[in-house]
């Protein structure tokens, strides 16, 4: 169905969202004051001045991590003394992190802010209070000093660097200083406004240090091959699925005309590996998110495609019957409270066409709900491949205790009809003895064996992190049923196995170093041997780097040999400022073609390169807003129906690279 809008109304609504949206792209900061929050909470003096959590009253909206290990703030100010919050309006300073780096040694700190529901205009904001013994001026002087800032849509409104998001926001500083550094972040929701101070100063390592990882290159690549490139800031978060000799690929994108621009569609490609050909076609995307959220998943079996996106009002589920030449059925499904969203869509299909869409919704109480949508053939052709779909009544099979952050869910039919789901999510709670947040990580396994009702639900492991991504990969079927399940804990990636259908886990086995992330699993037999692979994302010593855990036969050794499929790098820009290259936010995907490992992902070129401030500025909250009218849509190339349109050839100096890599 691609693109089939006409303009007026694609503007109309891009424009809608945009006004909901009022800190998004170009119009970020229109309204400084425009989420409807308190931007001055209490006040803690210029230099000399601060006192920590004086007057909060507020629990705090702000994460502060070194991968996905939350950071313990100090238990005295010993910060504010040492620089001038004058600049900053003298915010009131909530806590004070104090941690510490050999010069010139990578690091790595993550700031992450959420909203209850995970809906609604958020900020988590950056300045630079002191490089070494100076007091910088705007925002630029944070890469100079050798640490580049990375988020979605950033906004230089100096001091201040912000990035925006709905429900859900983060920047990440990666990089390396030779001189101590003060930043100051602060975190803005519906909620109000909390402010940190975080000082590196220059001494012992310490958990915000990136360990270097020594894996070795893989020797077993098939192909590798840059499908696409773009320049525009909304690139990103890919998703992939195999069918035949055609790999799907689904990626938010933005206006190649102008890569400040907030505008965001759905790009959808095919990768033909008999012919090389790259081909595509786009969908207008509605939701007001900055690329923090992965919103949308594929799903693939012969002529059947299954396009799934959430993130606005329903979740929509788009299929294909012609491997995505056209999209003749269009299914809609809840997706809870009127004013909140679904978030983190995902689908499996299984052997015999049938298709799982499972989406997190906001329930009462904002609690969160994980939910199930099954969808049958109810007709097909000739040959017996479907042409319709008939779906039965969502199912909600997790309801969290508390307000949480869902992770992505990893979903998969067995051989014999089995459903397993993987999913986890993060609680934020307020610690009062150390004025600060406090977040814990759960993962559950639930499994619904073929013919029966219900599922069995386990609780596979508890941590104090912020999770991701748990995945899941099966081995047989029935009661004997093997699970392979990924997910992520302080010290790394996991896998725990069950050969029960998930009633019970082994204890996990490490792999990947501190901060890995986001595993992909695969479990497959070759030449009568189990092939275990997990893919994850691990910090390396300038940016995110994709490896590979691989057990060539499981039964034998389960002791694995740990790949490096890509190589962060770090390059020297204008003026000397850092360029670093790595594999991005979310930036990857992976399915199996057979015995073989497919996987797309984003290599992202990260530079200072903030989104200039509009120029109106100041309006009230509520005020109208003035440049709402002057919201151009997206001109994405090319507007087709389906996959069929080829693909300009990827251009090497764009920002994004997207890539394939096929696995023996």
């Known amino acids: ?61 702000l994460l502060v991590t070194a991968g996905v290990q939350p950071l313990t703030p100090a238990s005295a100010d010993t910060v504010s003394a040492t620089v001038d919050l004058a600049p900053l309006g003298n915010p009131q300073v909530s806590e004070v992190y104090d941690v510490t780096t050999p010069a010139g040694e990578a690091f790595a700190i993550n700031l992450f802010t959420r909203n209850r529901g995970n809906v609604g205009d958020v900020r988590v904001s950056l300045a630079h209070l002191l490089d070494g013994g100076a007091a910088p001026v705007g925002t630029s002087t944070i890469v100079r000093a050798g640490v580049i800032p990375v988020g979605g849509g950033l906004v230089d409104r100096s001091p201040w660097l912000d990035s925006a998001g709905d429900g859900f926001s983060r920047i990440s500083l990666q990089g390396s200083v030779t001189q101590p550094q003060v930043y100051a972040v602060q975190a803005e929701t519906p909620a109000g406004v909390q402010t940190a101070l975080i000082r590196v100063a220059i001494g012992p390592r310490s958990p915000i240090n990136v360990d270097a990882q020594l894996p070795i290159p893989a020797p077993f690549v098939l192909d ?33 005309g102008d890569p400040f621009s907030g505008n965001r569609y759905e790009l959808r490609m095919q990768y033909d590996r008999t012919t090389g050909a790259v081909t595509g076609g786009a969908s207008d995307e509605r939701s007001p998110d900055r690329n923090n959220w992965r919103d949308h998943e594929i799903a693939a079996l012969f002529n059947v ?25 269009t299914a809609t499904f809840p997706a809870g409270l ?18 799982a869409v499972l989406y997190w919704r906001p329930g009462a109480d904002f609690l969160s709900e994980l939910v199930l949508v099954e969808g049958t053939p109810s007709s097909v052709d000739a040959n017996g491949s479907p042409t319709a779909y008939a779906f039965g009544a969502p199912q909600v099979i997790h309801r969290t205790a508390q307000d949480a952050t869902p992770a992505i869910v990893g979903a998969e039919y067995s051989a014999g009809g089995d459903l397993v789901v993987g999913y986890g999510y993060s ?3 307020w610690d009062e003895v150390n004025r600060a947040n406090a977040v814990r990580s759960s ?19 508890e941590d ?8 899941v990969a099966l081995v047989g079927q029935g009661a004997g049923l093997s699970i392979y399940y990924g997910y992520e804990t302080r010290g790394g990636v996991r896998m725990a196995r069950s050969v029960d259908a998930g009633a019970s886990f082994s204890a996990p086995q490490a792999l990947g170093g501190d901060g890995a992330h986001l595993p992909k699993v695969f479990a497959v037999d070759v030449a009568g041997a189990l092939r275990v692979d997990v893919l994850f994302l691990q910090p390396g010593t300038v940016a995110n780097e994709l490896h590979l855990a691989r057990y060539s036969d499981y039964a034998a050794s389960q002791v694995p040999t740990v ?35 497919v996987i797309t992902y984003d290599e992202t070129r990260e530079e200072f390169l903030p989104m200039p401030m509009p120029v109106a500025m100041g309006l009230a909250s509520g005020a109208p807003n003035a440049q709402a009218a002057q919201f151009t849509a997206a001109t994405p190339p090319p507007l087709a129906p389906g996959l069929t349109t080829p693909l300009a050839a990827p251009n090497a100096a764009d920002r994004h690279q997207l890539k394939l890599m096929r696995l023996d």
């Open 1 to 61: 169905m691609g693109l089939a809008l006409d303009l007026p109304a694609r503007v109309g609504r891009q424009a809608e969202s945009a006004k909901h949206m009022k800190n998004t792209g170009k119009l970020f900061g229109i309204v400084l004051a425009g989420f409807g929050l308190a931007m001055g909470v209490g006040g803690c003096g210029s230099k000399g001045g601060g006192t920590r959590g004086a007057t909060q009253t507020q629990q705090g909206s």
């Open 224 to 256: 590798h091959r840059t499908l696409y490139s773009s320049d525009s800031f909304q690139f990103g978060l890919p998703t992939c699925a195999t069918s035949g000799d055609r790999t799907t690929v689904v990626a938010y994108e933005g206006d190649d």
């Open 305 to 329: 495609l299954a396009v799934v996106k959430s993130g606005e009002n329903a979740v929509s589920c788009r299929l294909s019957f012609d491997r995505g030449a056209t999209f003749a059925q």
């Open 338 to 355: 009127a004013q909140f969203r679904a978030r983190l869509v995902q689908c499996a299909m299984a052997a015999d066409y049938t298709l």
């Open 427 to 429: 609680t934020w709670s």
């Open 443 to 461: 993962f559950y396994c639930s499994t619904r064996l073929f013919g029966a009702a219900a599922f069995q639900e386990t609780l596979v492991d």
């Open 464 to 471: 104090v992190t912020f999770n991701y991504d748990p995945s």
């Open 563 to 597: 790949y490096r499929l890509t190589t962060a790098t770090q390059t020297t820009g204008p003026g000397g400022t850092p360029v670093l290259t790595g594999v991005g936010w979310l930036g990857y995907d992976a399915c199996l073609d057979g015995d073989d490992v």
